[in-house]
């Protein structure tokens, strides 16, 4: 079989906004540098697939990610399609928002911390600093019309703090709100996350006053719940999920973050419960399958090895 048994829901949303993570998250943690030629291909090929919002690159220092030193070049390779409201770019600070806006940037993220630890090792600053780094690029973002998302990281757990209370990933998340974003990302980082422990955090967020209508999930599968934490959302009533074409991703300052949910694997079962993002699942598979060749190694997804290897004629029974 090709595509899954259609048996929906009704408890789910109609329609779900895949935010793809692919060529930051997932690339800014490949040893092999990838070429941008490459890079700019990759995104084209999201595009021709269907995926709509793409986030490119990020815009930090060249020492800090080395993958991503070639944001400017990239956007640069990709004129328009690299532009637009639906194409953030990661920025810590006024010197990346900046080179952000020199190439015509109109999306950013900014990413804080829910734990002082990674904020830290991540930021190179304490939590509270961290966040007085991002007021102005906020700011400056907004005066500029630009579309902002807030990450937050660690949401589900730390590898050096452990447990992260619900109370303080509500609070470093509304003080990250407060500062003028229109959408919040909550990190599952190293993929430590359950079901329960979604449902409990996002209705923690309700009663802050943040609803589901500004928050997207960002599950890394370390664990092997990515999937089943996202469906928790989406019961929940959030409809933006992001993901990485292929299960590429981690973190460079988190050594136990492996790859997000594979892209795939999530348009697999959306579509089983009939839930509409627009993408062209085989055309995804197609380009996972041809990034693979260019990282030297096989996409972690179960749906693409499932896919890649089958005609679906009755020969994966
Ligand atoms: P720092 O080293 O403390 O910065 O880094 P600084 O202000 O001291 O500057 C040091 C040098 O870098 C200076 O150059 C600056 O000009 C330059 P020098 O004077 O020495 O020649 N510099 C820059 N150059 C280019 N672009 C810039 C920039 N800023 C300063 N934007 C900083 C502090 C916050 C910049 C750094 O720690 C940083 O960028 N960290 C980000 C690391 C990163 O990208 N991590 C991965 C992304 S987060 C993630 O993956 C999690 C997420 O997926 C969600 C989840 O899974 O939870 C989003
Ligand atoms: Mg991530």
């Given at each position: 079989?090709?595509?899954p ?36 291909e ?16 990020s ?12 944001s ?31 190439q ?18 991540n ?5 509270q ?11 400056r ?13 660690m ?32 990190g ?15 209705d ?8 589901v ?39 460079p ?22 839930i ?13 399958v ?28």
């Open positions: 079989m090709r595509r048994q259609r048996e929906a829901l009704t408890d789910v949303p109609e329609r779900v906004t895949i935010y793809e993570v692919g060529p930051r998250d997932g690339l800014q943690n490949e040893k092999t540098l990838v070429p941008v030629e490459v890079k700019a990759f995104i084209r090929r999201l595009v021709a697939a269907g995926l709509d919002t793409i986030e490119t690159t815009f930090v220092p060249p020492q800090w990610v080395p993958q991503l030193a070639d400017a070049a990239l956007l640069g390779l990709l004129g328009e399609v690299g532009r637009g409201r639906n194409r953030p770019v990661l920025v810590p600070n006024e010197r990346g928002l900046e080179a952000a806006l020199a015509g940037v109109q999306a950013i993220a900014i990413f804080g911390s829910a734990t002082e630890t990674f904020a830290r090792k930021l190179n600053r304490g939590l600093e961290s966040i007085a780094m991002f007021a102005p690029v906020a700011q973002a907004r005066n500029e019309g630009l579309w902002v998302r807030a990450y937050v990281s949401c589900f757990g730390d590898p050096w703090e452990g447990d992260v209370p619900i109370a303080q990933v509500v609070d470093v998340a509304s003080q990250m709100m407060d500062l003028g974003c229109d959408q919040l990302s909550l599952d980082t190293i993929g430590t996350g359950t079901t329960g422990h979604v449902h409990r955090l996002l923690a967020l309700d009663i802050k006053g943040i609803g209508e500004r928050i997207g999930v960002h599950f890394h599968d370390t664990y092997g719940q990515a999937l089943a934490n996202t469906l928790a959302a989406l019961a929940h009533g959030v409809s933006v999920v992001d993901a990485s074409t292929g299960g590429l991703g981690g973190c300052y988190a050594k136990s973050a492996t790859g997000n949910l594979a892209t795939e694997d999530l348009v697999w079962a959306l579509d089983g419960l009939g509409k993002t627009g993408v062209d699942l085989e055309a995804l598979v197609e380009t996972s041809w990034m693979a060749g260019h990282l030297g190694r096989p996409s972690p997804s179960r749906v693409v090895k499932a896919l890649a290897g089958s005609s679906g004629a009755g020969d994966d029974a």
